[in-house]
């Protein structure tokens, strides 16, 4: 890419970088971990689990409510970059605030979790529909890979600093692991608002024709109407967000629920943070390997090998015993993560048509921020009722091949169709 191209591009990859520290180590790592072992340790293992899993639908849902009347107004108003900015102002003062909850008080714990949730997917709404401005068409799977890979290689460095503020908190001049996993939150909210700046700085966002204004509910409305009548008429668009929806819910289920897993299953949080980091290391170069893919087979193949490979996942997952079986696990996890997440980003910006891209990713984000309501609360309910874990984890197959059903009718420009 040329110069003046290469600054808006990395500064706004630099926003996974940013706020990737959030979805690895609160999301993912020491949230549910501190969750069960610190703030409800007094509670059964399974109702834990339920309530965890509550807590991400909740706030799952709530975004879903939010996104297509705000993503409306970001799109006639010019107002992306500044919806970003707030959401993630939501998400950084809410992960600085659980350093606050001491031990026992998980109905507080789980309401500043939620809050932090609902700042982070609410910004990625708007980080996803800047992508059509910082990255030309024939550059869009490279530049969406590359925001994954920057997010993998960030929030794995950090959470490494992470893990040892608590394995060897005196380093840091810390009391104990406990107030190391503390502090971490600080951490995390002071990363996600230093390096969201450059996005905020060089990634300039266009004038509406109308220029930029405030927008009346009326109008909101009346844009998301057009934009539903729009997605009608390109039937491999609406295809893939029926897909996309199902799978990225495996997806997003298996991140947040993960290690939550482990821990129902026997495996020490030593381990399963382990298995975690493996997945940023690995993921960083595997999320930079499928962008080149998408660009070279492109992206309908590089989906569908990550597809399957998440159904062997769940799979392997429920027979799941040692340390050593998660590990090989992280790995497979880590080499297809970022490439299912990057493509099908990338992929939806071709099924739609150029002069409505910013319309139809607003809806693209709303899908995806739907799809994280189901599969949690599904995965922790049937925990719960079934006292088996492992069952729940294996129900997250179920969501893998809905989506390969409507997967298999999307067809990719300048590609056969996959079925």
């Known amino acids: 890419m040329r110069h003046p191209e290469r600054r808006p591009a990395v500064s706004w990859a630099l926003y996974d970088w940013a706020n990737s520290a959030f979805a690895t180590t609160v999301m993912a ?16 293992i399974t109702q834990s689990t339920f309530y965890l899993g509550v807590g991400n639908s909740i706030s ?61 997917s609410g910004a990625n709404t708007f980080y996803d529909a800047l992508l059509i401005i910082v990255a030309p068409a024939g550059k869009r799977h490279r530049i969406s890979a590359l925001g994954f890979s920057l997010g993998y290689l960030g929030g794995g460095l950090l959470f490494l600093i992470n893990v040892l503020m608590t394995l060897q908190p005196q380093w840091f001049g ?51 109407s057009d934009t539903a009548k729009n997605l009608a008429q390109y039937r491999s668009a609406w295809m893939f967000l029926l897909a996309y929806w199902l799978y990225i819910d495996g997806v997003d289920t298996i991140v ?8 129902s299953i026997g495996l020490s949080s030593d381990n399963l943070i382990t298995a975690l980091l493996l997945v940023q290391f690995i993921g960083f170069p595997a999320a930079l390997v499928f962008g080149r893919l998408g ?9 569908w090998i990550c597809i399957w490979a998440y159904v062997g996942v769940t799979v ?21 993560q970022g490439g299912i997440q990057a493509l099908s980003r990338s992929l939806f910006s071709q099924l739609i048509p150029p002069e409505k891209n910013a319309e139809f990713f607003g809806f693209y984000n709303v899908v995806g921020k739907a799809a994280a309501v189901f599969g949690p609360v599904m995965m922790g309910t049937i925990a719960h009722v079934s006292g088996n874990p492992r069952l729940g984890i294996l129900s997250v197959a179920l969501l893998f091949f809905a989506g390969m059903f409507f997967f298999r ?10 079925d």
């Open 29 to 44: 790592g020491f949230f549910p971990i501190f969750f069960k072992q610190y703030w409800s340790q007094d509670t059964a």
């Open 60 to 120: 799952s849902l709530v975004i879903v409510l939010l996104a297509p009347v705000l993503g409306a107004m970001a799109d006639t108003g010019g107002l992306r970059k500044r919806m970003l900015a707030a959401f993630a102002t939501i998400g950084v003062v809410a992960t600085g605030a659980l350093y606050l909850v001491e031990a026992g008080m998980w109905p507080f714990a789980i309401l500043l979790y939620a809050i932090a949730v609902v700042g982070f």
């Open 174 to 224: 810390l009391a104990s692991a406990a107030e190391g996993v503390r502090w971490s939150f600080i951490t995390v909210a002071i990363w996600w608002a230093v390096f969201s700046i450059p996005l905020l700085l060089y990634v300039d966002e266009p004038l509406p024709p109308r220029g930029r204004r405030s927008i009346h509910l009326r109008d909101t409305f009346a844009a998301l």
């Open 256 to 263: 947040r629920m993960s290690v939550d897993f482990g821990l």
């Open 295 to 303: 660009e070279r087979y492109g992206a309908l193949r590089g989906i």
């Open 316 to 336: 392997f997952a429920y027979f799941l015993e040692t340390a050593l079986q998660m590990y090989i696990l992280a790995g497979v996890i880590g080499l297809v």
């Open 409 to 418: 009718r999307v067809q990719e420009p300048g590609h056969e169709a996959s």
